[in-house]
């Protein structure tokens, strides 16, 4: 009886992995059939045969002014400026320089290790507006760190987001109550990189239309319901109004003011706020994608944009110094889910290249050591 039944299992055994392996092969003549593939998996090397400038180091010095050292109060300086040495980034701006204790031990490290390498930015908390005192204490927190060495003010994309008040209520960026900050920081010659919104396509209808559907696939928080969050375009608006209503302080537009896919209107908007300069940080992308638009605007901008990359990491600074230096043709760009599409370079000449990797930064961030780059 037991021989019986161990000889059942095998046949059921035997039956099991025979129908296993059909239908592994079957569906396997499908997807073939088909040609079914994941946009994620797709990814083929081009079989284009044109010259390549694989860059690992920058023409000329460059001031990187959207970085972000987290930890900058306990790092070990000497490894980041060596790996700053081999790009040829001469300063590096730390936009998260927070305030109080923290900015402190920041300014603290520089100073002792690496005094002119390095530019912190102080941050405000705005979700304080509701206290009695929250200007008075934001005016001396700008000027205390002001005079400790701090260079200027960040603000992060919270602020007209999800930043809120006592009550649960939207901070606008253009609330009048922080009018005196925007006005003091002008005062102090404290330049204000303000990040405001994201892309618009993160409030668009996660479908085959958005081109940052990957993005949202991948990272689904980053999604913006238009139902619970205020509007793209509002929050640009409050942020458009603020440079109108203090042109006396110097703001810079981080990421392009997310008119890089537009750049007839980026350029409307520095001609109609000259208080305004920008940044390329993290949309690189979309400059690589129009070689010949993209190289005009900065010859007709070419004292309004500054360098600035994002998120460190070393080798994809590579990419942006390829697609500003070379005429380079149809290349990668480094992070898929930003640009599915290929890159090409603008070929910028060394004068506009100058003013975008130190001139510019230099000219409203002074206290920058102007010996680090070349004198002309």
């Known amino acids: 009886m037991q021989f019986f039944s161990l000889k059942n299992f095998f046949k059921a055994l035997l039956f099991i992995l025979v129908l296993g392996g059909s239908t592994y092969?079957?569906?396997?003549?499908?997807?073939?059939?088909?040609?079914?593939?994941?946009?994620?998996?797709?990814?083929?090397?081009?079989?284009?045969?044109?010259?390549?400038?694989?860059?690992?180091?920058?023409?000329?010095?460059?001031?990187?002014?959207?970085?972000?050292?987290?930890?900058?109060?306990?790092?070990?300086?000497?490894?980041?400026?060596?790996?700053?040495?081999?790009?040829?980034?001469a300063v590096m701006i730390n936009l998260s320089g927070f305030r109080g204790l923290y900015l402190e031990k920041c300014l603290k490290n520089?100073?002792?290790?690496?005094?002119?390498?390095?530019?912190?930015?102080?941050?405000?908390?705005?979700?304080?507006?509701?206290?009695?005192?929250?200007?008075?204490?934001?005016?001396?927190?700008?000027?205390?760190?002001?005079?400790?060495?701090?260079?200027?003010?960040?603000?992060?994309?919270?602020?007209?987001l999800?930043?809120?008040?006592?009550?649960?209520?939207?901070?606008?960026?253009?609330d009048p109550r922080l009018d005196p900050i925007w006005a003091e920081c002008g005062v102090l010659g404290f330049p204000?990189?303000?990040?405001?919104?994201?892309?618009?396509?993160?409030?668009?209808?996660?479908?085959k239309n958005n081109e940052r559907w990957l993005e949202l696939k991948q990272k689904p928080g980053r999604y913006r319901d238009p139902a619970k969050v205020p509007s793209f375009a509002s929050i640009i608006a409050e942020q458009h109004d603020v440079f109108r209503k203090h042109r006396g302080t110097t703001f810079i537009n981080a990421?392009?003011?997310?008119?890089?896919?537009?750049?007839?209107?980026?350029?409307?908007?520095?001609?109609?706020?000259p208080n305004v300069m920008t940044e390329i940080g993290a949309v690189l992308a979309e400059l690589g994608r129009q070689p010949r638009r993209a190289r005009k605007f900065f010859e007709d901008y070419q004292?309004?944009?500054?360098?600035?990359?994002?998120?460190?990491?070393?080798?994809?600074?590579?990419?942006?110094?390829?697609?500003l230096e070379t005429n380079?043709?149809?290349?990668?760009?480094?992070?898929?889910?930003?640009?599915?599409?290929?890159?090409?370079?603008?070929?910028?000449?060394?004068?506009?290249?100058?003013?975008?990797?130190?001139k510019n930064a230099l000219r409203i961030l002074p206290s920058i050591d102007a010996s680090l780059f070349p004198k002309e």
């Open 25 to 89: 092969f079957i569906v396997g003549k499908i997807q073939d059939r088909k040609n079914i593939m994941s946009f994620e998996d797709y990814d083929p090397p081009s079989s284009l045969v044109v010259p390549e400038h694989l860059l690992t180091r920058a023409k000329f010095p460059f001031i990187d002014v959207h970085n972000h050292q987290f930890d900058m109060p306990v790092k070990d300086l000497s490894n980041l400026t060596a790996e700053m040495d081999s790009l040829n980034m």
């Open 110 to 160: 520089v100073k002792e290790n690496a005094p002119t390498r390095f530019g912190l930015f102080v941050n405000l908390d705005w979700e304080k507006i509701d206290e009695p005192d929250f200007v008075e204490n934001n005016l001396f927190i700008l000027r205390e760190a002001k005079m400790s060495g701090a260079i200027g003010l960040k603000v992060y994309k919270g602020l007209g």
């Open 162 to 174: 999800s930043d809120t008040d006592d009550k649960g209520n939207r901070i606008a960026v253009n």
């Open 192 to 207: 204000v990189l303000i990040h405001s919104a994201e892309p618009p396509s993160f409030w668009k209808p996660k479908d």
């Open 255 to 273: 990421h392009l003011g997310w008119m890089g896919n537009d750049l007839d209107r980026l350029g409307e908007h520095l001609d109609t706020y």
């Open 303 to 323: 004292d309004r944009v500054l360098f600035g990359k994002d998120s460190y990491n070393v080798s994809e600074y590579y990419t942006y110094f390829r697609v």
């Open 328 to 358: 380079d043709e149809y290349f990668n760009y480094y992070r898929k889910r930003h640009a599915f599409w290929k890159m090409y370079g603008l070929g910028l000449p060394d004068e506009i290249l100058k003013k975008l990797y130190y």
